[in-house]
């Protein structure tokens, strides 16, 4: 009998990872102290599948928001313009529309003040008058000959009214400059390129629709965020996943599936000497996945925290574009910039970028050559995973389903319901973590 093992994220909580719902709480935490505007963000997106869960009569306050929930959700924020149902669409959650705008720099708000204020001067100075009214200063040295004449002429008696006629003077000189000034202000301002220049650019930017971009760039920080949550350096973490190996005591070849991005088995096989392969490297080489003989063949069906998605290079042998992935050093993950190459289930479209339909391929063959499949953790929330299940378990009645999970009857899923109704020979459910209910396999089914 060929034994495989399917493992979802609650097969990693013994080992410090969050499962799907605690990975929101520690994401929007890890949020809140990093970047505040996009800890709103994913509140508000938060808030709105709690809603959802409201409204489909489920306690929202007791099943929490799953971390692929989210992903999916904001994904779908990103690209809502895009989408078959957009045109039918009248108008989006205001929120949403007041979130995704972009604003200019505050740099390009310094170079729009800076060119009116240049402007501005530049139109004063030109309009100062170039000559003097045209009763110039002739009025005035008049005045003050006359002024000083009178002096002259009565020394032991001088008085403001000597000087009347030179203030006037003076008076009606400022008054015709201003007046000159003031013409010259009135008439169509000359152009300044700079300023025109500077304008167009900040109203070109300012309250403009985002277009998706916020919630794009959200998704990226978060997914980078993932590094500082499902890293495990500590192989004693992962003692309890032990019993996975007992196994190949049976077979030469155990194929576990994981749908987790975190380097638990990886960790467990290099503790215990174990050869284990994720057939990432050939496939990065040939474009197909190596069949092995012996140890484990993990296939990380949603990608993992230490790949890197790269373009290949074109050469003869292969002269069209291609992906590659590279396994990255844990010094790198840690990275500031460093982006894995992930995806999400739930509602997410499968994408041809990467290995990940090639790694799907792979799983359903080595399924539907196994007789026996232990399932830990995992709460069916993946529709091409749950086909692939169904089918395999309509294929023969031979075929045998242990699920181990604490969690299972608290699960609000169509196909766990199903699952439910299978009889127990062929279908058991372990309500226990992960460490005791392998612990617990032996005794479940005759090999």
Same mark, same amino acid.
């Given at each position: 009998?060929?034994?495989?093992?399917?493992?979802?994220?609650?097969?990693?909580?013994?080992?410090? +990872?969050?499962?799907?719902?605690?990975?929101?709480?520690?994401?929007?935490?890890?949020?809140?102290?990093?970047?505040?505007?996009?800890?709103? &963000?994913?509140?508000?997106?938060?808030?709105?599948?709690?809603?959802?869960?409201?409204?489909?009569? *489920?306690?929202?306050?007791?099943?929490?928001?799953?971390?692929? @929930?989210?992903?999916?959700?904001?994904?779908?924020?990103?690209?809502?313009?895009?989408?078959?149902?957009?045109?039918?669409?009248?108008?989006?959650?205001?929120? &949403?529309?007041? +979130?995704?705008?972009?604003?200019?720099?505050?740099?390009?708000?310094?170079?729009?003040?800076?060119? &009116?204020?240049?402007?501005?001067?530049?139109?004063?100075?030109?309009?100062?008058?170039?000559?003097?009214?045209?009763?110039?200063?002739?009025? +005035?040295?008049?005045?003050?000959?006359?002024?000083?004449?009178?002096?002259?002429?009565?020394?032991?008696?001088?008085?403001?009214?000597?000087?009347?006629?030179?203030?006037?003077?003076?008076?009606?000189?400022?008054?015709?400059?201003?007046?000159?000034?003031?013409?010259?202000?009135?008439?169509?301002?000359? *152009?300044?390129?700079?300023?025109?220049?500077?304008?167009?650019?900040?109203?070109?930017?300012?309250?403009?629709?985002?277009?998706?971009?916020?919630?794009?760039?959200?998704?990226?920080?978060?997914?980078?965020?993932?590094?500082?949550?499902?890293?495990?350096?500590?192989? *004693?973490?992962?003692?309890?996943?032990?019993?996975?190996?007992?196994?190949?005591?049976?077979?030469?070849?155990?194929?576990?599936?994981?749908?987790?991005?975190?380097?638990?088995?990886?960790?467990?096989?290099?503790?215990?000497?174990?050869?284990?392969?994720?057939?990432?490297?050939?496939?990065? *080489?040939?474009?197909?996945?190596?069949?092995?003989?012996?140890?484990?063949?993990?296939?990380?069906?949603?990608?993992?925290?230490?790949?890197?998605?790269?373009?290949?290079?074109?050469? @003869?042998?292969?002269?069209?574009?291609?992906?590659?992935?590279?396994?990255?050093?844990?010094? /790198?993950? $840690?990275?500031?910039?460093?982006?894995?190459?992930? !995806?999400?289930?739930?509602?997410?479209?499968?994408?041809?970028?990467?290995?990940?339909?090639?790694?799907?391929?792979?799983?359903?063959?080595?399924?539907? !050559?196994?007789?026996?499949?232990?399932?830990?953790?995992?709460?069916?929330?993946?529709?091409? +995973?749950?086909?692939?299940?169904?089918?395999?378990?309509?294929?023969?009645?031979?075929?045998?389903?242990? !699920?181990?999970?604490? $969690?299972?009857?608290?699960?609000?899923?169509?196909?766990? &319901?199903?699952?439910?109704?299978?009889?127990?020979?062929?279908?058991?459910?372990?309500? @226990?973590?992960?460490?005791?209910?392998? /612990?617990?396999?032996?005794?479940?089914?005759?090999?």
């Amino acid at each position: 009998m060929k034994e495989m093992f399917l493992l979802g994220a609650g097969a990693s909580v013994e080992a410090g +990872i969050p499962d799907s719902y605690d990975m929101t709480k520690r994401i929007l935490k890890e949020f809140e102290t990093r970047s505040k505007r996009h800890a709103k &963000i994913i509140s508000f997106v938060v808030g709105g599948l709690l809603f959802q869960n409201g409204i489909r009569g *489920s306690n929202p306050l007791e099943i929490g928001v799953n971390v692929e @929930e989210l992903f999916n959700a904001i994904d779908l924020l990103a690209n809502r313009h895009t989408l078959e149902a957009a045109p039918f669409v009248g108008s989006w959650h205001l929120m &949403i529309d007041k +979130i995704d705008k972009i604003d200019p720099p505050r740099s390009d708000i310094q170079g729009v003040y800076r060119a &009116i204020y240049q402007s501005v001067t530049k139109e004063i100075l030109h309009a100062l008058p170039n000559h003097a009214p045209h009763f110039g200063g002739h009025d +005035i040295d008049n005045a003050l000959v006359h002024a000083i004449s009178q002096a002259k002429n009565s020394p032991n008696y001088i008085s403001s009214s000597m000087f009347s006629e030179v203030s006037r003077a003076i008076g009606k000189y400022v008054i015709e400059i201003t007046n000159e000034w003031l013409r010259n202000l009135d008439r169509f301002p000359t *152009s300044s390129m700079a300023f025109e220049r500077e304008f167009e650019n900040a109203t070109n930017r300012i309250s403009k629709p985002g277009e998706g971009k916020i919630f794009n760039a959200l998704a990226e920080h978060m997914i980078r965020s993932l590094a500082n949550i499902v890293w495990i350096d500590n192989p *004693s973490k992962v003692s309890y996943l032990q019993p996975l190996l007992n196994s190949l005591k049976n077979q030469n070849k155990l194929t576990i599936a994981t749908l987790n991005y975190d380097n638990s088995l990886e960790l467990l096989a290099e503790e215990n000497h174990v050869h284990c392969s994720t057939g990432i490297e050939r496939w990065s *080489s040939s474009g197909k996945f190596e069949e092995i003989n012996d140890g484990i063949l993990l296939l990380k069906l949603h990608g993992s925290i230490d790949w890197a998605l790269k373009s290949g290079k074109c050469d @003869e042998s292969r002269p069209l574009p291609y992906n590659v992935i590279e396994r990255v050093p844990a010094e /790198q993950i $840690k990275k500031t910039g460093f982006r894995p190459a992930v !995806i999400f289930g739930h509602r997410n479209k499968l994408t041809a970028e990467g290995p990940f339909l090639d790694l799907l391929r792979v799983f359903q063959h080595e399924l539907n !050559i196994a007789n026996k499949l232990t399932v830990i953790g995992y709460s069916f929330g993946d529709e091409h +995973i749950n086909v692939y299940l169904s089918n395999w378990i309509n294929q023969d009645k031979d075929h045998k389903l242990k !699920i181990i999970n604490p $969690k299972f009857q608290n699960i609000p899923n169509d196909f766990t &319901i199903h699952l439910k109704g299978v009889s127990k020979d062929r279908v058991e459910i372990i309500e @226990e973590d992960a460490s005791k209910g392998l /612990q617990k396999l032996s005794t479940l089914f005759d090999k």
